[in-house]
């Protein structure tokens, strides 16, 4: 009796832990290694006392196509709940001051990966526009029919900045030229790409894959889905 007590405890335990691996519900996000040789030229290799991950070795995530948006063409607006809309263009957006950030992206995926990230601080667009005291929520929405949603609180307490370059390098047309929001300590779908609205508003709202059950907080490290 003694003599099978052992292994027969240990059998059951290796096997749930199993079964929370292959379905994911333990995410690894261990950065990948790093081949160095993998480097654009140009390309920033360490920041902040991060290692880097190479573009070309980072992952890249979209649900409908890469969107080519024209540098010439490009405006992104803010608007709902502000005393006065903006409408700027690329050039308006590298006009104002810049931040850079090491900051890793965690997909629910369970890949993620290390960047530099520069770009204009949200709270500088919104202060602009002159957020409304009701103010809550900030949508941003993309022309691949993407949308996304960042409370108001964390985008200013966390200094969110609205990305153009990567690594030193301007957002390449798949990774979400000309803009990406680096929702640092959110999952990778509050990362919205191509951004050319920014809506604030006083509801709650959900975004693309928030509709299709992933949790509105999508703080890195909760359970990733709603629970009911
Ligand atoms: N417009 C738009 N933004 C998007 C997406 C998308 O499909 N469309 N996918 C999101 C998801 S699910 C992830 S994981 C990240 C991936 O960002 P990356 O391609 O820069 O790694 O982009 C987010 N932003
Ligand atoms: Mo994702």
Not at 11 to 21: D, E, G, R, S, Y
Not at 38 to 53: D, F, I, K, P, S
Not at 82 to 93: F, G, I, Q, S
Not at 117 to 143: C, H, M, Q
């Amino acid at each position: 009796m003694s003599r099978g007590t052992g292994p027969l405890r240990i059998v059951p335990t290796l096997l749930i832990l199993a079964l929370i691996t292959s379905t994911g519900c333990i995410s690894i996000s261990e950065p990948p290694a790093i081949n160095e040789s993998a480097y654009m030229e140009g390309e920033a290799r360490y920041y902040e006392g991060v290692n880097l991950t190479p573009i070309a070795q980072q992952g890249n995530f979209m649900f409908n196509g890469t969107q080519f948006i024209d540098k010439d063409d490009y405006s992104i607006r803010v608007d709902g709940l502000v005393d006065k809309p903006l409408e700027l263009d690329y050039d308006d957006l590298l006009a104002y001051p810049n931040t850079s950030r090491a900051v890793r992206l965690n997909s629910v995926d369970g890949w993620s990966f290390d960047a530099k990230w520069t770009g204009v601080p949200l709270r500088i667009l919104l202060d602009e526009a002159g957020v409304n005291e009701s103010a809550k929520t900030v949508i941003f929405y993309a022309p691949d029919g993407y949308s996304t949603s960042l409370e108001l609180d964390y985008i200013l307490e966390n200094d969110i900045i609205l990305a153009y370059r990567l690594n030193d390098i301007t957002l390449p047309p798949e990774r979400g030229f000309p803009v990406q929001v680096v929702a640092e300590g959110k999952y990778g779908y509050k990362w919205a790409k191509w951004v050319v609205l920014i809506e604030v508003t006083d509801e709650p709202y959900r975004g693309y894959w928030e509709r299709r059950g992933y949790s509105n907080r999508a703080n890195v490290g909760e359970f990733e889905y709603e629970i009911p």
